[in-house]
């Protein structure tokens, strides 16, 4: 079983809508969490961190369920711009290690 | 700043040779690291260093070595190249291992075909 795993898509949605990407995580000591953006063959780029109250960033909100291990990510209103790939991220040990899920790919279409 | 800067963007081995993919960060950053990304596979930690002269082996460590001499630079090694470690490289770098509020600043990546 992956560490990280998320539905891969692809996402293709119209522009305005909402959609909610989904990740679990199987190491119940893992510490932080984040969301991480990725553009076509482009190095990735930090969306948000992950706080177990919830938190929200404009268009886009973040949830975490330590007791479920499961961290989502919503994005309202979809833009052109919100295509990409978007990656669940967990950190763990003593180094704080990124663990990444293979990503979930969103294509918003005018 | 130029942030975290790498060399070269591509390159091709042939099977057996040794390269070594260079990575440098200008913002004084502890923590470095290596992943590399294969298709469906999401990023994988190869080595990290928290400090200068300190490295440690991540999830996939096997043909590759790093060294740390400045807090700088953090250059990766494949010492014999084979097909299996085609793959897009990331060098990223933080100010501390990542915690609630560090970012992780990546570099453009280098994209390696071994034949």
């Known amino acids: 079983r992956k560490e990280v795993e998320q539905d891969p898509g692809p996402f293709n949605v119209p522009e305005g809508a909402t959609v909610a990407f989904n990740c679990t995580y199987s190491n119940s000591a893992s510490q932080s969490f984040f969301w991480y953006r990725q553009d076509c063959r482009k190095e990735p780029k930090l969306l948000m961190s992950?706080?177990?109250s919830g938190n929200e960033d404009g268009r886009f909100t973040a949830q975490l369920n330590r007791a479920s291990q499961y961290i989502s990510l919503l994005i309202r209103d979809s833009k052109l711009s919100d295509s990409a790939t978007y990656l669940c991220?967990?950190?763990?040990?003593?180094?704080?290690?990124?663990?990444f899920g293979s990503g979930t790919q969103l294509t918003v279409l005018p | 700043n130029a942030g975290v800067t790498q060399t070269p963007k591509f390159q091709v081995l042939k099977t057996g040779q040794s390269m070594t993919l260079q990575c440098a960060q200008d913002m004084n950053h502890e923590y470095m690291s290596w992943y590399r990304q294969d298709p469906g596979m999401g990023l994988r930690l190869i080595h990290y260093?928290?400090?200068?002269?300190?490295?440690d082996q991540g999830e996939v460590p096997n043909g590759y070595n790093v060294s740390r001499s400045t807090t700088e630079d953090f250059p990766l090694r494949l010492l014999s190249a084979a097909p299996s470690q085609t793959s897009v490289y990331f060098c990223a770098s933080s100010p501390t291992p990542s915690g609630r509020s560090d970012t992780q600043y990546f570099g453009p990546g280098t994209r390696l075909t071994v034949l």
């Open positions: 991220v967990v950190t763990s040990g003593s180094a704080r290690q990124l663990t």
């Open positions: 260093s928290v400090g200068a002269g300190i490295t």
């Open positions: 992950v706080y177990s």
